[in-house]
């Protein structure tokens, strides 16, 4: 009797157990999906941006004109970047609404979202700049900012986690190397020299003219360390500024084939507006890639990661390494780099 009793509960207790299940998993699937906020105030690696979004009351910009997508970067991001919980307190909660809302885009930019491979400036929050956007075979990249946790769909856009913070323009490109200590003999040398100071010093030089895309316009500069000219022989500033035709005009020599020799930094400026996310794959700069040097050899190799060059007078095991990377400009990108080199 006892054992027809147990019997006839057990279907009982399986559909109960299948009940619960199925209201379980309904549950699980009716549940709001987060906003990006949400999702980014319980994300832990994220703590310094939720900071950041606090003091600039974005919940605020952001709470009609969606969908979004946000670059989002990480805590070390961050701190890498000079910020850390105090200094973003102390800072005017302006320019730091102005930080967050250039790493935001309107619309949802995921990778199923961008059908093929582009670059492009976007329309943001940011009220005067826009950045660029690149798809290509290595993902997706901000200012040539890779993301490295990507196309988080959410309720109101997509998240796409970044290791760097894309910080707004700020001037020319000389304004940007003035905030570089250790880019004061190319700074003295801009000031000094006529024809190079018009090309990198004017905040509105090549400046993209609306609708254009601004993919030709400015300029990229790799700029060498102050360690650096010193190793290549300019003991100081006047030594350098003294050597101004051969670097930038060009210069005759008798023992080189062919005499007339490009100028040093012909090679040192490309076209446009250029990241190291143009710079992957290992190919030849030149005509018929995205990255052309205004002037100077075509002997010129980057490197798989896009942070190094290599060519015809670089050492093979000393390549020009990028050390602080896709510092923008209204005028174009600065690059600093490790080593004075010449290209055959």
């Not at 970067?73 to 800072?91: I, K, N, Q, V, Y």
């Not at 060519?311 to 490790?338: E, F, H, L, S, Y």
């Amino acid at each position: 009797m006892r054992i027809t009793t147990f019997c006839l509960y057990i279907p009982v207790l399986i559909l109960l157990t299948f009940l619960c299940s199925c209201k379980k998993d309904h549950e699980a699937i009716n549940a709001p999906t987060p906003s990006i906020l949400e999702y980014i105030a319980k994300e832990p690696s994220l703590s310094l941006l939720n900071t950041a979004i606090g003091i600039t009351r974005l919940d605020t910009v952001m709470s009609s004109g969606g969908p979004f997508t946000f670059f989002a970067a990480t805590d070390p991001a961050f701190e890498s970047a000079g910020f850390t919980g105090d200094s973003l307190r102390r800072m005017d909660p302006r320019q730091l609404q102005d930080i967050l809302r250039y790493n935001i885009v309107k619309g949802r930019l995921s990778s199923g979202d961008v059908p093929g491979f582009l670059k492009q400036q976007f329309t943001g929050l940011h009220p005067l700049y826009r950045p660029y956007i690149t798809k290509n075979y290595y993902g997706i990249f901000l200012n040539g900012i890779p993301v490295i946790k990507g196309n988080i769909e959410l309720g109101d856009g997509v998240l796409q986690v970044t290791g760097r913070v894309a910080i707004p323009p700020a001037g020319s490109q000389l304004d940007v190397m003035n905030k570089e200590k250790d880019l004061s003999f190319l700074t003295a040398f801009v000031r000094n020299v006529y024809t190079f100071r018009t090309l990198v010093a004017d905040s509105t030089y090549s400046l993209p003219p609306t609708g254009s895309g601004g993919l030709i316009y400015g300029t990229t500069l790799l700029a060498p360390t102050d360690s650096a000219f010193k190793a290549f022989g300019y003991a100081d500033t006047t030594a350098l500024i003294n050597d101004s035709l051969k670097l930038v005009t060009g210069y005759y020599c008798n023992n080189c084939i062919p005499s007339y020799q490009n100028p040093v930094f012909g090679n040192f400026t490309f076209i446009g507006f250029t990241f190291t996310s143009d710079y992957k794959g290992q190919f030849a700069i030149g005509l018929g890639t995205n990255v052309i040097l205004r002037s100077g050899s075509s002997s010129f190799w980057t490197s798989l990661d896009g942070f190094s060059f290599t060519g015809n007078g670089i050492a093979q095991n000393n390549p020009v390494r990028i050390i602080k990377p896709d510092m923008i400009a209204t005028n174009g990108v600065v690059q600093k780099i490790n080593q004075v080199f010449l290209v055959h």
